[in-house]
């Protein structure tokens, strides 16, 4: 681990993900020689330990959920012997303003799958896939090239024998819909089928892929496993502040003078986020509101600034860190047509099995869009009104909640915004 002093102020950040020495793109032996592959040399020796390790470490699931990383692990040993165990490496990262999985995929390809090999020893997974977005042609590149390295290696070999049977590496593209990146939804592509998400439970671990159990998490949870081997759990919970557990990659972008992936320890405040790895806003305008976790959830405002940016602190806030993408917004910008091209890609997004979730974000968007061009009556806004009454948990997946949240929060933050705009 190393740190980077800001260029703003003197702030230490640990570095650990970003570190140079995995920054290295799919150049194998350069990674090797910084010391790639000694986790995995070091988690053959005792499987067990790595599960207790990222016990201790509070690891989160960092697609979104903030789950804890090792009681889904536990849940993944079967009740009845199945002839394969899947790991999927998620890296479908198609929301807009979250672009941290790619940096890691594209820069770092081998610290995921050594930590992605890592887990699959923990949990006993003989079969991994990384499933990727086919419309991110680096890191896909780089994938490809750090996997070719992998096949016939002496890692792969050491990992095959500790597990006491050929372990597979898969790069699988996904479906390009947002959509695909929902686990099930995952699953379904990756067994050949369209990305629909099914209805839980079963649990992926229960029940996944061909039946068979499946562990689904994302690109960055598993980029930390190895290294929580090397210097373990206690370590890396102690990298947080507050609440928080290790570091975490927030993706930063809109009215923000430097727009970025920022490695920062979990529970960093938003005020420290924006202000000093940001550098701040675009113009020095005053800050209006900030789309967080894609923009799938409540809004925060200038009164939510020292907000510990962990999934407990920003749920306390009525919102949720999601991806730990915050979309910034400036005084002078539009809430309404911010929302209204947010609709847009929910309607556009959804699969259409729930016709709660095809007919409403379709209604929410078209009755956004005629208010944003000043053709929306009072009728429309209460009928939007209803439907944030009316569609949450009316759909098989999260996607129409997330709309939902995100609309009903613009209208209790910024509701003279709408009504100004009507007709
Ligand atoms: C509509 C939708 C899209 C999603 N897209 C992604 C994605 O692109 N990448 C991801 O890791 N998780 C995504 N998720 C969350 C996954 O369902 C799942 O929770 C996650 O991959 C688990 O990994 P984690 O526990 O490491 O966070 C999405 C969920 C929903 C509802
Ligand atoms: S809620 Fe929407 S996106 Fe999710 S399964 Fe139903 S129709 Fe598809």
């Known amino acids: 681990m190393g740190s ?80 394969d165990k899947y790991l999927v490496v998620n890296g479908n990262e198609d929301e807009p303003g979250t672009f941290k999985d790619r940096l890691l995929l594209e820069e770092t390809p081998h610290q995921v799958i050594e930590g992605a090999v890592v887990a699959a020893l923990a949990i006993g997974a003989n079969r991994i896939v990384f499933y990727i977005n086919p419309d991110i042609k680096r890191p896909l590149a780089a994938m490809r090239s750090a996997l070719d390295q992998w096949e016939g290696s002496d890692l792969l070999a050491l990992a095959s024998a500790a597990l006491g049977k050929p372990l597979e590496l898969k790069l699988c593209p996904g479906s390009g819909h947002y959509i695909g990146g929902e686990e099930t939804a995952a699953m379904a592509w990756i067994e050949g089928g369209f990305p629909f998400p099914r209805g839980k439970p079963p649990y992926p671990a229960q029940a996944g892929i061909y039946g068979n159990p499946t562990v689904i998490n994302n690109v960055e949870t598993l980029a930390h496993v190895s290294h929580i081997v090397m210097r373990g759990g206690a370590w890396f919970k102690s990298l947080g502040k507050g609440a928080g557990s290790g570091t975490k990659l927030y993706s930063l972008s809109g009215d923000v003078l430097h727009p970025g992936v920022f490695e920062l320890p979990m529970g960093t405040s938003l005020r420290e986020l924006i202000f000093v790895h940001g550098g701040g806003l675009l113009s020095g305008k005053p800050l209006k509101a900030v789309f967080t976790g894609g923009p799938s959830s409540n809004l925060l405002t200038p009164v939510d600034l020292d907000v510990a940016l962990d999934f407990e602190s920003v749920r306390a806030r009525g919102s949720s860190l999601g991806t730990g993408a915050m979309i910034v917004v400036s005084e002078g910008t539009g809430i309404v047509k911010r929302v209204a091209e947010y609709m847009r890609f929910f309607a556009h997004s959804s699969c259409g099995q729930c016709p709660s979730c095809k007919t409403g974000t379709a209604t929410m968007s078209r009755l956004l869009d005629r208010i944003d061009t000043g053709h929306g009556t009072t009728a429309d806004l209460n009928t939007l009104k209803n439907l944030c009454i009316m569609l949450p948990g009316s759909g098989r997946c999260h996607l129409v909640n997330g709309a939902v949240l995100l609309l009903d929060s613009a209208f209790r933050h910024f509701h003279e915004e709408f009504k100004q705009a009507l007709h």
């Open 4 to 83: 980077l002093k800001s260029e703003m102020n003197n702030i230490e950040t640990p570095l650990v993900l970003l570190h140079p020495d995995q920054r290295v793109g799919a150049d194998m032996a350069r990674w090797r020689k910084a010391g790639g592959g000694e986790a995995l040399a070091r988690a053959v020796q005792d499987p067990a330990a790595v599960h207790e390790e990222v016990r201790i470490s509070d690891l989160r699931g960092l697609g979104g959920s903030g789950f804890p990383v090792w009681r889904k692990w536990e849940m993944a040993a079967p009740v009845l012997p199945k002839p």
